[in-house]
């Protein structure tokens, strides 16, 4: 986390009593302009304050490849009622665009709705320095599951790492990948994908594209990683409700590899393509293959898939387990961050300035216990870190994880 040096003690505690009256004052001052389109700083910057203009789509996918800043995702499992758009270009109105941030204005503070970003510092800047001069009433910028390259030394601010991801770029081709692989691991799926091809002859393997995916399918997958977690004593977080997302994300943007034998299916993946990655949601197998490491073979085709297709990185999604980085997935933080428009906006918000720390401090606490889980650091943390990822799961069931995707 990261505070200015004149913030004072005193002035956080006067805060909470002042926290109702600034967020009823800024209610009052809000200016939230009509205009479709706004240009300004030399014609670098753009605000469509109706619909989201038709070119969003690409540039969102093309910029991020992220699931949580898609249109695609929007559309389907959320809404955007009363969000604006931002639109950053490089070299005025005709430029390229460097940014576009989807953003709702609550009182006095801005959302970004879209997540799993990487931006750099220059483009936050701009973005805040335009939404403070845009809104007068406005407080504070939110930011969510984000990666920011720099200090933001601009602004009074709060940083806490709130997800994580493990995202492997991938080279041009199969060849390519399989000699970056260490050569215990490359030896390793050469003699698994042998052996099981070997010993059932009927082992088949292949990517269903989303007009063709079968919901039959999709939950055949799902159940086989319940079962998984089940045998692991441990509960899964998707319910019927995330079930019905996951359908509905797969027949919009998804992928789905599916291995049977003899017809019967045996694991599979179900990744969505977005821009020029692929985001893998779910990858199960039956356990009676476990000795064939089915699952870690399972990922490791569906990543050939996505080097097929064109793309640059493959998220393996949160969760440290071994295989993501055996298969060169790097493990990638991403921020909750609240950007103040000066010292003083931060004090007469003492309340939620606090409450941020707070959750801030909570997460980082939970991710330190789990990491001490991992590592088996005797039985007392393994304990707490399985009653913890037991109240993680349960939090999580049904919702939407924020997981850049």
């Given at each position: 986390m990261e505070v200015p040096h004149d913030n004072s003690s005193a002035a956080l505690v006067a805060g909470l009593a002042l926290d109702e009256a600034a967020t009823a004052r800024d209610r009052m001052h809000d200016t939230f302009p009509?205009?479709?389109?706004?240009?300004?700083?030399?014609?670098?910057?753009?605000?469509?304050?109706?619909?989201?203009?038709?070119?969003?789509?690409?540039?969102?996918?093309?910029?991020?490849?992220?699931?949580?800043?898609?249109?695609?995702?929007?559309?389907?499992?959320?809404?955007?009622?009363?969000?604006?758009?931002?639109?950053?270009?490089?070299?005025?109105?005709?430029?390229?665009?460097?940014?576009?941030?989807?953003?709702?204005?609550?009182?006095?503070?801005i959302h970004v709705v879209n997540e799993g970003m990487r931006l750099p510092e220059v483009e936050v800047?701009?973005?805040?320095?335009?939404?403070?001069?845009?809104?007068?009433?406005?407080?504070?910028?939110?930011?969510?599951?984000?990666?920011?390259?720099?200090?933001?030394?601009?602004?009074?601010?709060?940083?806490?790492?709130?997800?994580?991801?493990?995202?492997?770029?991938?080279?041009a081709d199969e060849a390519g990948y399989l000699a970056a692989l260490g050569g215990a691991t490359r030896k390793n799926i050469k003699r698994h994908r042998n052996r099981l091809q070997r010993d059932f002859p009927g082992f088949r393997y292949q990517v269903i594209d989303k007009e063709n995916i079968d919901e039959v399918h999709v939950r055949a997958i799902i159940e086989l990683n319940r079962a998984r977690m089940r045998q692991k004593n441990k509960s899964s977080f998707i319910d019927e409700e995330e079930?019905?997302?996951?359908?509905?994300?797969?027949?919009?943007?998804?992928?789905?590899?599916?291995?049977?034998?003899?017809?019967?299916?045996?694991?599979?993946a179900i990744v969505f393509h977005i821009g020029a990655s692929f985001i893998s949601k779910v990858n199960a197998h039956d356990a009676d293959y476990d000795d064939y490491r089915l699952g870690m073979l399972c990922c490791y085709l569906m990543v050939c898939s996505a080097i097929g297709h064109g793309c640059?990185?493959?998220?393996?999604?949160?969760?440290?387990?071994?295989?993501?980085?055996?298969?060169?997935?790097?493990?990638?933080?991403?921020?909750?961050?609240?950007?103040?428009?000066?010292?003083?906006?931060?004090?007469?918000?003492?309340?939620?300035?606090?409450?941020?720390?707070?959750?801030?401090?909570?997460?980082?606490?939970?991710?330190?216990?789990?990491?001490?889980?991992?590592q088996g650091d005797g039985p007392f943390w393994s304990t707490a870190g399985k009653l913890l990822a037991a109240w993680r799961a349960r939090k999580n069931r049904g919702g939407n994880a924020s997981n850049p995707a």
């Open positions: 009509s205009p479709a389109a706004d240009e300004c700083s030399g014609e670098s910057v753009q605000v469509f304050s109706e619909d989201i203009p038709d070119f969003a789509a690409w540039h969102l996918e093309r910029l991020y490849g992220a699931l949580y800043s898609s249109l695609a995702y929007f559309r389907v499992c959320d809404s955007l009622d009363g969000v604006h758009t931002y639109v950053s270009r490089a070299n005025g109105k005709s430029g390229d665009i460097t940014a576009i941030l989807l953003y709702r204005v609550e009182a006095a503070t800047q701009r973005f805040c320095s335009h939404m403070f001069a845009r809104y007068s009433g406005v407080a504070m910028i939110r930011f969510h599951a984000v990666q920011i390259a720099g200090e933001l030394r601009s602004f009074p601010r709060q940083r806490f790492l709130c997800a994580e991801d493990f995202i492997a770029p991938l080279p079930t019905q997302k996951i359908i509905r994300l797969a027949r919009a943007c998804g992928k789905l590899g599916l291995a049977t034998i003899d017809g019967r299916i045996v694991g599979g640059t990185r493959f998220h393996f999604g949160h969760g440290r387990y071994a295989y993501k980085t055996a298969l060169l997935g790097a493990f990638q933080p991403y921020e909750h961050v609240l950007v103040y428009r000066s010292a003083a906006s931060m004090a007469a918000h003492g309340r939620t300035f606090l409450r941020t720390a707070l959750d801030g401090y909570r997460l980082e606490t939970s991710r330190w216990l789990l990491d001490r889980a991992e």
